[in-house]
């Protein structure tokens, strides 16, 4: 763990979270209604980086970016927005707290 790795956390975490809130409110209102190609690529401008983040670990092989050939359904992005939820907490859980002080860097 790197103080870079500290700060993309940080970055990314809010912006994992505030997606997974807004494709909540979606799915309840239309759950199987198709997401746009700009939903799409909004959504895997956050999960790009969390990838490259999470790359050494465990749970990386069940992430996924949003196919944008075969848009997804928005219950299909709230489960994928889950997983990703699920590996950054365990993430954090892995390497320390919310302040750069609390995490476990490398030497």
Known sequence: MTAEQVKQYKLLDP???????????????????PVSKSK??????????ILALLQEEPQ?????????DELPENSDVILMLGQFRAA??????????R???????AN
Not at 99 to 105: D, K, P, T, V
């Open 60 to 68: 990386r092989e069940f992430l996924n970016l949003l196919d944008d």
């Open 40 to 49: 799409v690529k909004i959504v895997n401008r956050v999960l790009e980086p």
């Open 15 to 33: 912006l994992l979270d505030s997606l997974y809130r807004e494709f909540q409110e979606l799915s309840k209102k239309k759950a199987s209604e």
């Open 99 to 105: 302040s750069l002080n609390g995490w476990r860097l």
């Open 88 to 97: 950054m907490n365990s993430f954090e859980t892995t390497y320390g707290g």
